[in-house]
């Protein structure tokens, strides 16, 4: 795995995301409806449900906020959501994946190609992007909550099957193929390890510097683009401005 830090970009949004908590929470609470209405609403029988509910107490998500969301997947008051995935390039021609959760595909197309067109982005066509990621599992364990030696901890991760590991003074960060990715949660967790993070993402391929004179303008389409209330996720290719 090419020198790829999401535990950088995870502290350093922090802050921002603080400030859009009550979006983060709706966001979540319309995947956590989503997993429970597509499947058994007890985790332990439903892989997706647990995923975003560990996502959610990741963000710090109130227990009520998650039980109100499969409370009323369990009422089947028809609400319905399709995945629709965009892909296209921002300023400096950075590749740029966005995934939805929307109940009107015409006014999300709509508004995630205003959120491109506005801040110097290009929409393209479905394919045009996604060969440039993969989906993996990635994994964080702040190291102020273990004393594991990184020796040690890449022999169990790699035996639970993970694929990468990679260390710094703050963190330990796993990556994982998407079908190893549970196995090697569960056994993370059945060790002791306190996780940080652990979700399934999109990793670029490739990184590409975002250009000086382009970079405000790509985040701030990255800001509305995160901003939209029928976006999920939104991964990019743009290189970490001091992870040189």
């Given at each position: ?170 963190a330990f960060e796993i990556y994982t193929g998407a079908k190893e990715f549970t196995e090697v949660r569960d ?58």
């Amino acid at each position: 795995m090419s020198g790829h830090s999401k535990w950088h970009n995870i502290q350093g949004r922090k802050n921002a995301q603080d400030a859009k908590r009550g979006k983060i929470f709706q966001k979540l609470s319309k995947e956590i409806y989503m997993a429970a209405r597509n499947g058994d609403t007890d985790p332990a029988n439903n892989p997706a449900l647990r995923l975003v509910m560990d996502k959610a107490r990741s963000a710090n998500m109130p227990k009520d906020n998650i039980q109100r969301a499969i409370k009323k997947a369990q009422g089947g008051d028809g609400e319905s959501y399709d995945e629709v995935t965009y892909e296209g390039y921002g300023p400096g021609g950075v590749a740029v994946f966005v995934e939805t959760l929307t109940d009107n595909k015409n006014r999300t197309a709509t508004s995630v190609r205003l959120n491109f067109s506005r801040n110097g982005g290009t929409l393209g066509e479905p394919g045009s992007v996604a060969y440039m990621f993969d989906r993996k599992g990635y994994i964080a364990i702040d190291r102020s909550t273990t004393d594991v030696e990184e020796d040690d901890l890449l022999l169990e991760i790699m035996d639970a099957g993970a694929e990468d590991l990679q260390t710094s003074d703050e963190a330990f960060e796993i990556y994982t193929g998407a079908k190893e990715f549970t196995e090697v949660r569960d056994a993370l967790e059945a060790a002791g390890y306190e996780l940080a993070n652990s979700e399934l993402t999109m990793i670029p391929q490739n990184k590409m510097a975002v250009p000086e004179d382009k970079q405000e303008q790509f985040e701030r389409m990255i800001d509305a683009l995160e901003d939209n209330d029928d976006v999920q996720n939104v991964y990019t290719a743009a290189e970490d401005e001091d992870n040189d």
